[in-house]
């Protein structure tokens, strides 16, 4: 079973959604804001270069989109997301404080194609929704609509929706660092949810018996992202009794307080049911 990528990287293609793989054209047709002649300057097909079929005006929405692009994929993260409304969640941050996203945000930069097909432009007075060919859920290039807003005399993608903006103008630079904790303690806690079934069907075909993570791994019910804290920000640690009957694992923070908080333990219940429980152990296994 194949590694996957980090957590942390889905969340933040999860936030980056609205403008990374945008809103499917047919999805959002009705939701489109209404315009009239002397509301909506819409931009035709004259054929540009840089993979627009428009003509792109200097200070457009459509020329912030292609912005957006092309610093997010040269890894120009600070100047790319100072674009969208994620920007409080990254200006108070330092570049030694960026540098600690720099993996999973050039695995975004990856995503990005190299050239942007930028099709359609509708401008109705503070609002505006571009349209582009972008990557879709199963890497096909589709056309997507991004929505932006006038802020000054900027145009700004609007990466994150209504709720998710007031919880990062809340928390400012922690917003990053409190989503990662949040996501590493879930895919921690969904780890452990594999580790248990894991160990059922592998007691199902074997007597009784449960296994070591490399017998669950070569047998194909585990992925390897097990054995490091790489992809989930945790470190599990299997104990097997010694008729192999019984086993507990404990899942702890690589980093307390950076990649998570919270320390969980699977065992055994009475029952013989895998349960799960956590708490705060100061990035310590708990021992019972």
């Known amino acids: 079973m194949k590694s996957n990528p980090s957590g942390f990287f889905y969340s933040l293609i999860f936030v980056l959604s609205c403008a990374f793989s945008g809103c499917s054209v047919e999805a959002t047709k009705a939701e489109a804001p209404s315009t009239s002649p002397d509301q909506a300057a819409i931009v035709g097909s004259a054929l540009v270069s840089n993979g627009a079929t428009i003509e792109i005006a ?15 994929r040269e ?17 108070g941050l330092t570049d030694d404080e960026l540098k600690e996203y720099a993996v999973d945000f050039a695995a975004i930069a990856r995503i990005v194609p190299p050239v942007i097909e930028i099709n359609g432009e509708i401008i109705s007075g503070d609002s505006a929704t571009v349209t582009a060919k972008l990557p879709d859920d199963d890497d096909k290039l589709t056309i997507q609509q991004i929505r932006l807003r006038r802020q000054g005399e900027n145009w700004v993608i609007l990466t994150a929706d209504e709720v998710t903006e007031k919880i990062i103008q809340k928390e400012g630079k922690n917003y990053f660092h409190q989503l990662r904790i ?11 949810d594999r580790i248990a079934k894991a160990e059922m069907v592998h007691a199902l075909q074997n007597k009784g018996e449960y296994a070591e993570f490399s017998a669950l791994i070569a047998a194909g019910l585990l992925p390897s992202d097990v054995t490091s ?15 192999r009957k019984q086993y507990t694992v404990s899942a702890t923070p690589e980093i307390y307080g950076k990649s998570g908080k919270l320390s969980y333990r699977l065992e055994l219940n009475k029952e013989g049911k895998a349960a799960v429980r956590g708490g705060d152990n100061g990035g310590k296994p708990f021992d019972k």
Do not use: C
């Not at 890894?75 to 200006?91: D, G, Q, S, V």
């Not at 996501?183 to 780890?191: G, N, R, S």
């Not at 804290?229 to 008729?243: F, I, M, Q, R, V």
């Open 58 to 72: 200097q200070g457009s929405p459509a020329e912030t989109v292609r912005a957006f692009y092309q610093k997010l």
């Open 229 to 243: 804290s790489e992809t989930t920000g945790y470190n599990y640690a299997l104990k097997l009794s010694a008729d």
């Open 75 to 91: 890894k120009k993260i600070r100047e790319a997301i100072f674009l969208t409304n994620l920007r409080p969640a990254i200006e």
């Open 182 to 192: 949040d996501t590493h303690e879930a895919e921690a806690k969904a780890m452990l």
